[in-house]
């Protein structure tokens, strides 16, 4: 492991993007559709668009706004094209994303006579002038401490905890070790396996909030009456042999590897700083994702047991797996095949820089399967009601 | 790595079973086990053979000893629930014998609508 350099997109902000995408952001339901035909007219373009946005209350408001802005400022977006209704949400969002000084443009239909097609047509205009400068952009030399890296599992099985999440847990220390931003999140799944995180944690009141945010969800499934059986562990993970959430917590939590835990983070939120932090977010990936792409992740390491084939949009998504059935049958989902770790045929320090090593050669412009099957999305989590 | 859980596990070819940590009392099959087979363990296990009671899949978890209601299964070394019905050394520990100590269902605060 001698030359651990990636090739990314420097940002006027400092941050380095693994990508270099024109984002389409519809920041509320009502042009949703419209930005869908924009960015059909632009075949370069992410687009996201958010199915709410009005009347949002409390924590809610501001998750949806630190999301939108979050994934505006995102490394992997060099350029933004806005598309609103609500002229001063537009203004705001626009505000702070044109703060990192990247390139952006924002388009309101009230300011086309409220015609949709008016809005469609400045905004494939504007969409086109934006991409054509970021294509102009080369990548450059990066540095393991330009990463932020989130960390997920899904439709995990045994394998998962037993292999594939603490390989993941040693890539982690690694890049934690080296100034990267390391995130992990899926609060429920800290559940009968907080007293480890807690152990970890950079100070008391850190492991109190790690603590207070499990308690938090257990609480809300109990005042529902729900039973966590079923619905984590789900179906699928029962079938693959998974029977408590105890089990499956000690297994998910693996994925955060041994580091200090330097803090706890809302959905969203952005790391103060290098290191490894929590979010307490969502176990469910779409949402889990999105809040780690919104708070900075330019890729994520994400497990599976038996498969699970979706990624973000706008952050490269490692998929891996130590299964040995998924490893034969899944060849274009898995990034990664941790198998051989899991049969005693490769150890595990092998497997982990061999790991590192292909979220480098992603960073660097190497595609996901994701990626090139358009298995990805952006989903905001939201919780409680509106206006 | 301070934490058992947090260290990768591996097996050999030869293992049926994988034992994560001394304290454990259930194992995770290697491949899917079938009744009456003798099924050498990996990991750091007491045991170091096991007969094998029922079909146990790949992944799923097989006792390393007998387990009576109301006793913990730990895996990675810490609790991941308590037995709810005997289980016999070699049986399959899975959710109709496992049950979780945590976000069980409890009766709602309102008073319930059927009799």
Redesign the interface.
Known sequence: MTDLAWQGFPRADGSVGVRNDLLVLSIAGLTGPTARRVAAALPHAKCVTMPFGGGLLGADAQAHMRSLIGFGLNPNVGAVLLIGSDKPKLQEIAQAIAASSKPLAAICLDDCDHDALTLTDRAIRAGAQLQLDISRLRRQRAALSDLCIGLECGRS???S???AN??I??VADRLEQAGAQVMFGETLEW???EH?LAKRAASPQIAEELRAAVQRR?QL???H?????GHNPGPTN?A??L?????KS??A??K???GCIRGVLSLAQRPAGPGLYAMDASAYSPESLSGFVAAGAQMLLFST?VGNSYVSLLAPTIKLSA???AGRTLAQQLDFDASP????RQ??SD??DALLHRLLDVASGTMTWGEILGEGDEVVARMGEAL | MKDPASKPAAASEAAGALVLHPHDNVATALRDLAPGETIGLQGPSHVLTLKVSEPVALCHKIALQALEPGQSARKYGEVIGTVSQAIGMGCHVHVHNLKSDRAQVQPPAHPSRSG
Do not use: K
């Open positions: 099985d045994p394998s905890g037993m292999v603490p390989l847990g040693l559940l009968g396996a480890l257990e499934a109990r005042s009456g729900q039973d966590l059986l029962i693959a042999g029977s408590t959430i105890e089990e000690l297994g939590i693996a955060s590897g041994s047991g299964n040995p059935r770790v899991f049969e005693g150890s595990a497997a982990a």
